[in-house]
């Protein structure tokens, strides 16, 4: 059973910064591609970012310029570093998993079919 479990989260005031880190557990096989998304309230679930075992990233255009996505192999472990958050970054981010093919799956949450339970986001102006 994968399990994904996300941390990092909190609050912080604009222009701040912010590492959540997301520990994947359980897989048995193949190769995972991971990825990053939010959900604002009222809002569409949507990709940030998503990265593949050999740590080639794909980066939306809203979160290109401010949010790195990195990960460590060795830990299972994946990473969202977030600089100058705005107040609009404000969410819920959950980290991502699924079996990759040649390349990792585009930034749509139907592609994805492992899933944490999330860690909020709140950034004060």
């Known amino acids: 059973q994968v399990q994904l479990v996300e941390s990092g989260g909190g609050s912080v005031q604009a222009g701040g910064s912010l590492r959540l880190s997301c520990g994947f557990f359980?897989?048995?096989?193949?190769?995972?591609?991971m990825a990053w998304f939010r959900e604002a309230p009222g809002k569409e679930r949507e990709g940030l970012a998503s990265i593949d075992e050999d740590g080639i990233t794909n980066v939306a255009e809203l979160a290109k310029g401010r949010f790195t996505i990195s990960r460590d192999n060795a830990k299972n472990t994946v990473y969202l570093q977030m600089n100058t958050l705005k107040p609009e970054d404000t969410a819920m981010y959950y980290c991502a998993a699924e079996v990759m093919g040649w390349v990792c799956p585009p930034l749509g949450a139907s592609s994805y079919g492992y899933w944490g339970r999330g860690t909020q986001v709140t950034v004060s102006s």
């Open positions: 359980g897989y048995t096989y193949g190769s995972y591609c």
